[in-house]
Every structure is written in structure tokens, then in C-alpha cells.
């Protein structure tokens, strides 16, 4: 699967060394021709199994077109957005298949500033590696490869500062932090014990043989749920295999979700930050985003189409004004830190937010407006495929006349009672339908009526 951050296949199917060798080459020619220079890329991996076969594949292409490769050993993606800022590299490349199954792995591309590429370098990107495209060096030329084992460090030193630390180590919190066995586990434990956090560390060791199937969901985290409740701890943290996405488990052991985490982290750094600034947040994201912001005079939400690039180019975009934002995956990008999403700095905002509150994490939670979200898809196959997905769009949007619109990516339709999000998956021949209402009923009776207005009733899964 191509897609604007790279690829990701099957191990010994359609993730190869020689794919991730040609997927390398493709991107440092890019990177070398833009920026002017041999490049300087950092390089890392999450932990699965197939990854340090993929990784040194990958670094020798890097080598080969003539990068110097700063070799960061298994971190977690925002690791490599700090360090490529932090050495002022030309890009960076992670290996890692995100919350996808033991058997899947990837490559995902990280541009000069640690930022994911823009729709139209990634195009550039892809269509060079679908051609064979590559740059090789000449013996002279040739790149070379270095370790540096200390990236997480500084990942953590470049997360401390924009928390009180002290107020969080005399609050006496403590946590369980779910790692699931990936790359998050020694930046997540580093930083909770430099806040001074009790951590009890469930899947901790990196061997990407994932104790429980890696995606954050409620259904996967049961274990979690029981831990945190069991010893009465302030919260339980849950990352992806690359650490870029945290789902969040309150005192009682109640799965409050991935929606909540950007709000949670928002809503401590707009105490501290405020406005006039931006939030960027992307189409599919919960409205509870917007209902925070009006707490905070001047601030204001820009939506983007689905993706990390979109919302990293909206408050890159924004310069100063820039707060915070993030996706209702879980994924939050602190600016401050990093442009990638970033579970250390989740985590860190969220018992931040705990030790200046003083109240427990359900109280807080609790207070936030409550909305009830829905997803289904379509099968592009059962509708005459792609061509099938441009009536379909302009159907709802003439049946929602009345109503706010944005066509940034597919439509996304804003009614008094919820929004429902109508768009193509990047990654399959889907269309994705996602509502939002006050209530299940509301948030049903919302994705129904777009389903019928395009006529897609047969086809809904």
C-alpha cells in the first residue's frame, strides 16, 4: 500500500528488502536534488521482527545514493522528527508498520524539519520509486552510516521542559503505561520516571512479537483496563507499536479513547498558552476540539483533510500562532516538540494537566461535552469503483444544501445535531463514512441519511 508517508506491505510479499531499497534510493535522490547537498537522513525502526532486516537494507541504499545515515537503532517515530531537527538533517525514514499486525512492515518518509512530506514531494517520491528512479553514487561519493543510541534521550529532555515537572513528581501520580511489546516502551518509562511517576510497565520488552494486537482500541486494551483499576493508578497509557498514537484508560479502569487524547492535551496547553493561536485538527476529528477552543478567547480551530502532513502543514502554516494539534486517532503533533505525532508529549500534557487539576482523570473527562461517533465503510467494488465515488460526494452535498460544507477531502457536512464525514480511503478501495451526533440515535440517523442520500445502502459494511 502506496500512500503520502510511504508504504507498507506484507513481510516476504510485498515488503521486501529489494522494495525497501528501491523506496530508499527514491527518496534520498529526491532529498538530494532539493536540498543541494549529500543529505544527512536519520534513520530508525520500530521493533518487529523483520525490521532490522529492512532497516539495513534501507541504510545501505540511503549510503548508496551518498547520504550520511544517522543510524538511531529501534525508536519511535517522533524520535526521528527530533532528531532530524535536533541535527538539522535533510529528512529522515522510519521503518515501521504503525499499529499494523507482527506480519506487516513499512517505510515512512520524514522531510527536512522532521515533518511528513507534502502531498506533492510524496507524488515525486512514489512515482520515482514505481520507475526505478535512483541516484546512485559514484565510489567516491558513497555515503556512510553511523550510530547514535541517543536519540530517545533527547527526545525526553525535548518533551521536559514544556510540562511542570515539579508540580507533577510532588502530585505523586503513577500509571500504567501499556507499551504492547514496540519502540514506545524506553521513551515512555524514561520520561515517566523523570516526572517522577510510578510506572507499572506492562509489555514493556521491544521484541515486536505484540502481546495483545497492537492498534489502541478499546477491544485490545482489556488487560489495561483491569491493571489500571486494580492498583488504583491515575491513569493507564496505551501506545502503537511506533509510539506516534496514545489511547488513554482513566482511574477506574473506563476506556475513554483516542478522541480524548488531543482534547486532554489541548486543553492543558491552552491553559498555559492560549490564544489568539490555532489548533489544527483533521475533518474526522471529534467536535469536542471546537467546543474546547471557545474556552479560550482567540483561539481557533483549522480542519484538514485526513493525514499527519495536512495538520503538520496547517500549524506550519500558522508560524506563531501555532498551539497544538493533532488527529482523533490518538495522535497528537506538539509543535514545541516535534511535527510528528507524538505519544511521549501526550502523555506528558495529560499528567500535567492531572497535577495542576488536582481531580481525577474520569472528573475530567466527564465535564467534556459527550458525543457519540459511528463509523462504516463502503466497497468501492459493489458501486462501479472509483468513478462511483464523484456522484456519490456531490449526492450528499446537494442533499445537504442547507448545511456547512467542506470538500478539503471527500465532504465533511455540519449539522446543529453532528457532522458526518463521507471520504476515500488513501490505502483502499473503501469510502469511509464517519458521524458524529449527541447521541447514538443522532449519530446513526446521520450516517443514514447520507447513505441513502447517495444511494449506497447496498454497499455499507
Known amino acids: 500500500m502506496l500512500s503520502v508517508s510511504g508504504a507498507r506491505g506484507l513481510v516476504g510479499r510485498t515488503m521486501t528488502p529489494p522494495i525497501a531499497v528501491d523506496l530508499a534510493a527514491a527518496f534520498a535522490t529526491h532529498v538530494k536534488r532539493i536540498r543541494g547537498v549529500r543529505p544527512v537522513i536519520c534513520l530508525g525502526r520500530d521493533s518487529r521482527p523483520s525490521g532490522s532486516i529492512l532497516a539495513g537494507s534501507t541504510a545501505a541504499a540511503l549510503a548508496a545514493v551518498g547520504a550520511r545515515v544517522v543510524d538511531l537503532g529501534v525508536v519511535a517515530t517522533p524520535t526521528v522528527g527530533v532528531m532530524i531537527r535536533r541535527l538539522e538533517a535533510d529528512g529522515g525514514i522510519v521503518v515501521t508498520a504503525s499499529h499494523n499486525p507482527i506480519e506487516w512492515n513499512g517505510v515512512k518518509f520524514l522531510m527536512a524539519g522532521g515533518v511528513a512530506p507534502p502531498a506533492e514531494d510524496a507524488a515525486v517520491i512514489l512515482e520515482a520509486f514505481r520507475a526505478g528512479v535512483a541516484d546512485y553514487a559514484g ?8 550510530a547514535d543510541p541517543d536519540g530517545t534521550r533527547q527526545h525526553v529532555e525535548d518533551v521536559l521542559p514544556h510540562v511542570n515537572v515539579e508540580a507533577i513528581r510532588a502530585a505523586g501520580l503513577n500509571v500504567v503505561l501499556d507499551s504492547v511489546n514496540g519502540a514506545g516502551g524506553a521513551g515512555g518509562r524514561m520520561l515517566l520516571e523523570m516526572l517522577g511517576v510510578d510506572v507499572a510497565h506492562d509489555n514493556a520488552a521491544p ?3 505484540f502481546a495483545h494486537p497492537p492498534e489502541p482500541v478499546e477491544a485490545h486494551l482489556g488487560d489495561l483496563a483491569d491493571h489500571t483499576r486494580r492498583i488504583g493508578a491515575a491513569a493507564g497509557f496505551a501506545q502503537d507499536p511506533d509510539a506516534d498514537r496514545l489511547a488513554i484508560v482513566d482511574e477506574r479502569g473506563r476506556y475513554i479513547g ?8 489541548a486543553r492543558r496547553w491552552l491553559d498555559q498558552h492560549g490564544g489568539p493561536g490555532v489548533v489544527a485538527a483533521n475533518l474526522s476529528t471529534s467536535r469536542m476540539i471546537d467546543d474546547l477552543a471557545t474556552r479560550y478567547p482567540g483561539v481557533r480551530v483549522v480542519r484538514t483533510a485526513v493525514g499527519e502532513a495536512n495538520v503538520a502543514a496547517a500549524l506550519r502554516a500558522a508560524g506563531a500562532d501555532a498551539r497544538i494539534g493533532g488527529e482523533g486517532n490518538g495522535g497528537v503533533i506538539l509543535p514545541a516538540v516535534t511535527w510528528v505525532r507524538d505519544s511521549l508529549s501526550s502523555m506528558a500534557l495529560v499528567l500535567d494537566l492531572l497535577a495542576a487539576e488536582g481531580r481525577p482523570l474520569s472528573a475530567l473527562v466527564d465535564e467534556l461535552p459527550a458525543y457519540v461517533m459511528l463509523k462504516r465503510k463502503v466497497d468501492l467494488s459493489m458501486i462501479g469503483g472509483r468513478a462511483a465515488i464523484a456522484p456519490a460526494l456531490d449526492a450528499i452535498a446537494h442533499h445537504f444544501a442547507d448545511a456547512t460544507q467542506d470538500r ?5 457536512v455540519d449539522t446543529s ?10 490505502t483502499e478501495p473503501i469510502m469511509r463514512l464517519i458521524a458524529e451526533g449527541s447521541s447514538k440515535a443522532a449519530a446513526t440517523d446521520l450516517l443514514d441519511e447520507a447513505v441513502d442520500a447517495a444511494g449506497l445502502a ?3 459494511g
Do not use: F, K, Q
Open 417 to 426: 445535531g453532528g457532522w458526518v464525514h463521507v471520504r476515500p480511503s488513501n
Open 139 to 146: 565510489v567516491d561519493d558513497l555515503g556512510v552510516v553511523a
Open 458 to 460: 447496498g454497499a455499507v
Open 408 to 412: 478539503a477531502d471527500g465532504i465533511r
Open 258 to 265: 483516542e478522541e480524548y487524547t488531543l482534547v486532554l492535551a
Open 207 to 209: 521484541t515486536g512479537r
